[in-house]
């Protein structure tokens, strides 16, 4: 078997082990059993809806929101993730499948052994369930949590996906982004790409800049050398190296 296709065969078993451990933490911080379906909304207005949500419970998830940017991302990404299975359950899986193809650091936000104890994920599964069950499938919501608030658009968050993890407000057209979420989870040289040039931490702006645009090289290769593994792979740590050494 040829080096290339053996690294990619264990790279996809990897992601399916992956997938398997986000669901189960993201089904044990939020789940959607107990909302109720939602039709998608027939109205073409893009105004952002309001979702407040108040309390004991909100006001802690808010304040450890505002005071560690990680826990707000994680989050986020659970109430998109929530919203997308309640209303497009065909497609429940491609946030939590990118975001391990992508290696993010989802639900390791602070950090240690433990780092979501069982009063916070109570807290913020209460929260994200109350956000959902109030949220329009098709417009942006204008979200408060306790003392944090933020605009988020569902759409352009998951076009942007998984760079919007960390930039939650990112957006950009299909033109710019690429294609569909889910057409990208399945291309399997989107795994190639991720597996060279994770997005496993926050670096600095010249290096996300850099690995962003190196990643599209490899992408590029990878589609148009799929018959020629050798010079593919060849090709793709080429543009690894051609990176300076604190963005490799």
């Not at 780092?115 to 916070?120: D, I, Q, T, W």
């Not at 645009?213 to 690894?240: F, K, W, Y």
């Amino acid at each position: 078997m040829k080096r290339w296709m053996l690294a990619a065969g264990l790279v996809t078993a990897a992601v399916v082990l992956g997938v398997c451990v986000i669901e189960s933490n993201v089904r044990k911080v939020a789940s959607t059993s107990s909302l109720p379906e939602v039709p998608a909304a027939a109205s073409l207005r893009r105004s952002a809806v309001p979702v407040v949500t108040t309390g004991a419970e909100a006001a802690r998830v808010g304040a450890r929101m505002q005071e560690n940017e990680s826990i707000a991302n994680d989050v986020i990404f659970l109430t998109m993730a929530t919203l997308r299975g309640r209303c497009e359950p065909s497609r429940a899986h491609d946030l939590p499948r990118m975001a391990v193809i992508a290696h993010l650091p989802v639900l390791s936000a602070g950090g240690g052994a433990d780092p979501y104890p069982e009063s916070l994920r109570r807290d913020i599964g209460h929260i994200v369930n109350a956000i959902v069950e109030r949220a329009n499938c098709t417009q942006p919501l204008a979200l408060r949590i306790g003392a944090y608030s933020s605009v988020l658009d569902p759409e352009s968050y998951v076009r942007a996906f998984p760079e919007s993890y960390f930039t939650p407000a990112l957006v950009g057209g299909p033109e710019e982004r690429g294609p569909d979420l889910e057409q990208r989870v399945a291309d399997s040289c989107i795994t190639v790409v991720y597996a060279k040039l994770p997005l496993d931490d926050v670096r600095a702006w010249q290096c996300t800049g850099l690995r962003r645009n190196a990643r599209a090289a490899i992408l590029h290769v990878c589609h148009s050398e799929g018959a020629m593994p050798e010079q593919a792979a060849t090709d793709i740590q080429h543009v690894v190296d051609g990176l300076p050494l604190t963005c490799q």
